[in-house]
């Protein structure tokens, strides 16, 4: 079955050009012509990514992004725009968004970035799904679910990944930049790594605020950060 991809911009002729090139590549295509349509479609009916405009009238991309997180939405977000500034990048990775591809583009990166966006998205789904156990925590991969003494902690998609992450591999320590290239599919120049900061910071406060007893999330001083595995450290 092919997979299917909701198509937002607020201008009809880019949602054709953007679905030519992708109706070649194989793919089954919807489009959304305003921020509350591509909500509205998003919510209501499974996609396997969506390729979301910013700069549209009343509800932007940002908005958009960050409502389907809220909904916990796993959909594969690729966020097109004209605007060249880091800062924005960096806002729209931070509500949530999967990759981000600058206007114009060539069509041959945009049906690689959404190659590479589904292929990890599809990759997540088929990890083992051993799930992992630290006192209290407990990492179950095939649902996305994170326990703390068995109550459900909701986590971001992203910070459920670098989680996963780096829980998978206790004894490798990962710096910013490492798990930016595992978690986001984008260039490094064009993501602020002290993301990764804010993220950890949220991951950390949310399993202390459901009951957890130590800090999983260990800092490396000048190196980046690593799973622990023992309570008391």
């Known amino acids: ?132 156990t630290a006192g209290a925590l407990f990492i179950q991969p095939d649902r996305l679910e994170v326990k703390v003494a068995g109550q459900s902690v909701d986590l971001t998609p992203k910070e459920f990944n670098i989680l996963y992450l780096l829980a998978s591999r206790p004894e490798r320590v990962y710096t910013r930049e490492n798990i930016i290239e595992q978690i986001w599919t984008m260039d490094r120049e064009w993501h602020d790594p002290r993301t990764i900061d804010t993220h950890i910071k949220n991951i950390r406060t949310k399993l202390k605020k459901a009951g957890l007893t130590f800090n999983p999330m260990k800092t490396v001083w000048g190196v980046g950060y690593t799973f622990n595995t023992t309570e008391g450290k």
């Open 1 to 132: 079955m092919a997979e299917r991809i909701l198509i937002v911009d607020d201008e009809r002729k880019m949602r054709q050009l953007i679905g030519l090139y992708l109706t070649n590549a194989g793919y089954e295509l919807e489009e959304a012509s305003s921020g509350i349509e591509a909500i509205h479609k998003a919510t209501a009916q499974p996609y396997d990514a969506i390729i979301l405009d910013i700069m549209m009238p009343q509800t932007d991309g940002w908005d958009v992004c960050e409502r389907l997180r809220m909904e916990e939405s796993n959909i594969g977000i690729l966020m097109l725009t004209a605007r060249t500034e880091v800062g924005d990048r960096v806002k729209g990775l931070d509500l949530g968004a999967d990759d981000y591809l600058v206007k114009p583009f060539a069509p041959e990166e945009l049906v690689a970035r959404v190659k590479a966006l589904l292929r990890r998205k599809s990759s997540s789904v088929n990890e083992d799904p051993v799930g992992i």
